[in-house]
């Protein structure tokens, strides 16, 4: 499985960003797909997750009602819209998949990460 995150960027708190992930060499409706994200000097962490069929959804407390996660099985691509952005957000983003129904705490497939800098 390949995943290609766009969409990062600088963004003054209080804004927005829609981070995307395009996968491939998997059937992707049958991926559970995710975000992880690793700020400076901490340790990665879990941010969102979204089941096959897109009717569970998961998010970690901090983000819960500013992120949005969804997905578009026809475009094989998942989203993150991030609103009323923190300069605690400030990390590189890692889209994450995994060949099971609901995503892992340790997801199989990582891509390569994008830098999303939220500044005060």
Known sequence: VQLVESGGGLVQAGG???LSCAASGHTFSRLSMGWFRQ??????????????????TYYTDSVKDRFTISRD???????L??????PVDTAVYY???????????????WGQ????????
């Open 95 to 109: 889209c994450v998949a995994e060949t099971s129904v609901v995503l892992s705490s340790d997801p199989d497939y």
């Open 113 to 120: 990460g994008t830098q999303v800098t939220v500044s005060s």
């Open 81 to 86: 819209q991030m609103n009323n952005l923190k």
């Open 39 to 56: 700020a400076p000097g901490k340790e990665r962490e879990f941010v969102a997750a979204i089941s096959w069929s897109a009717g569970l």
């Open 73 to 79: 099985n026809a475009k094989n691509t998942v989203y």
């Open 16 to 18: 927005s960003l829609r």
